[in-house]
């Protein structure tokens, strides 16, 4: 799969140029190959293992920048997947996945040594943000030199702001608009389909009709391309594309 020009742009590497490694340890498949299919796309190497014990393995040989860890699996969690990893001397930056939402068991993820924490459902815009905030933080991880701002044409957004400005002017958005944006311009004169921005922008098992899809596009539209050229195209039978005007 070919990286998108605008994902490319302000892609994330180790410091030596070569390419971020992450692993996704979880035991649904579905899920790792979503999650798998997302992170290349940010020009990473990607691993995935479906069990804790694997993910030991997997993790000595491949040696991640980031680990995605399930906390609940049925030979191994995540937590103790990790104290192990830890206790190993590894001290690989670790976001945790789970179905659970309590406070309690957030801290008890991020008391064990964890560093992040993202609950299902989620959306995969969402965990790629968290990861590369945390390979930034961790010092694995550079811009290589590229800002964090998108463009296409007179419209820009700021990844790590998340200010969105068209023409000088500044363009308020809900967090969902403003993911569903940075998912079109991150694929500029690109078609996605409303089942690509189902998984992206939305739960990866979102269950509601691609409706969902045109009623956003429509809120993204008023704000973005009202009484201005039409940045926002509906490509019939197929689905959306954002590019600057010819």
Do not use: C
């Amino acid at each position: 799969m070919t990286v998108p020009a605008a994902t490319a742009a302000t892609s994330l590497r180790r410091p030596d140029g070569s390419a971020l490694r992450v692993l996704v340890v979880d035991d649904e498949q579905m899920l790792t190959d979503l999650l798998s299919m997302a992170l290349r796309m940010e020009g990473w190497e990607v691993r995935s293992a479906g069990s804790g014990f694997d993910a030991l393995n997997v993790a000595r040989e491949f040696s991640p920048d980031a680990l995605v860890l399930d906390i609940m699996m049925p030979d191994l969690d995540g937590m103790a997947v990790l104290q192990r990893l830890r206790h190993a001397g590894n001290d690989v930056p670790v976001l945790f996945l789970t179905a659970k939402d309590s406070v309690a068991d957030r801290v008890a993820g991020l008391t064990a040594g964890g560093d992040d924490y993202v609950t299902k459902p989620f959306s995969l815009e969402e965990v790629v943000a968290r990861l590369r905030g945390l390979m930034r933080r961790a010092g694995t991880a550079t811009a290589g030199g590229a800002d964090p701002i998108l463009r296409v044409g007179e419209l820009s957004l700021n990844e790590d702001s998340h200010e969105v400005e068209r023409a000088g002017t500044e363009i308020e958005l809900t967090a969902t608009e403003f993911e569903l944006l940075r998912f079109l311009m991150r694929n500029q004169r690109r078609v996605v389909s409303k089942a690509q921005i189902l998984d992206r922008v939305w739960n990866y098992d979102f269950g509601g009709r691609s409706s969902v899809v045109e009623l956003y596009i429509s809120y993204l539209r008023k704000k973005i391309d009202a009484g201005r050229e039409p940045l926002i195209h509906t490509v019939r039978g197929v689905g959306y594309m954002i590019k600057a005007p010819q």
